[in-house]
């Protein structure tokens, strides 16, 4: 198995997760700003993210938000 690599690329603000070394046959906008790469089997190779800092911000602090709501009850 292939170890899995992340890549920060700050001047596009792009996060590049590899997870194969397979070679990208294609690829499915998963939602806006993240794409998974494919493989020619349609396994997930890699998955790109763009506007990185605002997802990964904004992934936090909702995850964050809802186990404080949760803990309030």
């Known amino acids: 198995m292939t170890k899995t690599k992340l890549n920060y690329f700050e001047k596009d603000d792009t996060i590049h997760l590899v997870v194969s070394q397979d070679e990208e046959a294609g690829s499915v906008e998963i939602s806006p700003n993240i794409t998974a790469e494919l493989n020619k089997d349609g396994d997930i190779i890699g ?12 992934s936090i602090l909702d995850t964050a938000q809802a186990k404080i ?5």
């Open 47 to 58: 998955i790109e993210i763009l506007k990185a800092s605002e997802f990964l911000r904004d």
């Open 69 to 73: 709501l949760e803990h309030k009850r």
